[in-house]
């Protein structure tokens, strides 16, 4: 069954840890924490202060997505502060091996990101290190965009050489995920699906999150 994890730029940030406690209550598998810095991509979020507050209080597996120009200099802060997976993009401006040696030394398991330009063949080199690998099906920098089918090649690539390279990363996507684009995502061989809209903003989040889930038990 598919792995849900709402991602809390759609969360009420007056009540993010009830809210945060609310959709893992209705069956959310971890929790997709974005971080942006206004320079990676055009959009500030939160950061350190809030993951370390909601890590103490609300116990749960934290998926912190790095959408920052230099994530080497933050992973010890975001890894202390409870980050579980910590995922950074192959775009940043730090060398990925570098960051990912980083990561395993202080404990957290690894992913890497790629925008929609960037082919995922572009993290064949580093896909034996890694613990997740994330293909965003939408520009990163802000919620509610509309899914990019081009996503799909890129999710099925990297079934593919995880099968004949015998590797056991996790596929993440991230980007217009909601019970219409879920199962065309699953098919093509995602693990994980992060959901903000389709979750926060629905009126029952445990039927939303069924509803995510179902479409893996159609694909």
């Known amino acids: 069954m598919a792995l849900i994890a709402p991602s809390l730029l759609s969360a009420d940030f007056t009540q993010l840890g009830r809210e945060c406690r609310e959709v893992l209550d209705a069956g959310a598998s971890m929790l997709h924490f974005d971080v942006m810095d206004g320079h990676f991509v055009p959009n500030i979020s939160v950061g350190v202060p809030v993951l370390a507050s909601l890590a103490k209080k609300t116990p749960a597996v934290y998926d912190v997505h790095l959408m920052i120009s230099h994530p080497l200099a933050y992973a010890r802060q975001f890894i202390e502060a409870g980050a579980d997976y910590l995922v950074f993009h192959y775009e940043a401006e730090d060398d990925p091996a570098a960051v ?120």
Request: hydrophobic share 50%; charged share 20%.
């Open 100 to 219: 990912l040696q980083r990561i395993q030394e202080l404990g957290a398991k690894p992913g890497m990101a790629i925008k929609p330009a960037t082919p995922a063949e572009a993290l064949k080199p580093y896909l034996s290190s890694l613990s997740m690998a994330l293909v965003m099906a939408v520009e990163p920098g802000f919620g509610g965009q509309a899914f990019q089918p081009g996503a799909l090649e890129k999710i099925a690539w990297l079934k593919k050489y995880r099968e004949e390279a015998g590797l056991s990363y996790l596929i993440e996507v991230d980007g217009g995920i909601d019970p219409a684009t879920a199962r065309a995502v699953l098919e093509a061989g995602a693990d994980v699906l992060v959901a903000g809209s389709a979750v926060f903003l629905s009126r029952d989040r445990a039927e939303a999150i069924r509803a995510l889930q179902a479409e893996s038990q159609k694909a």
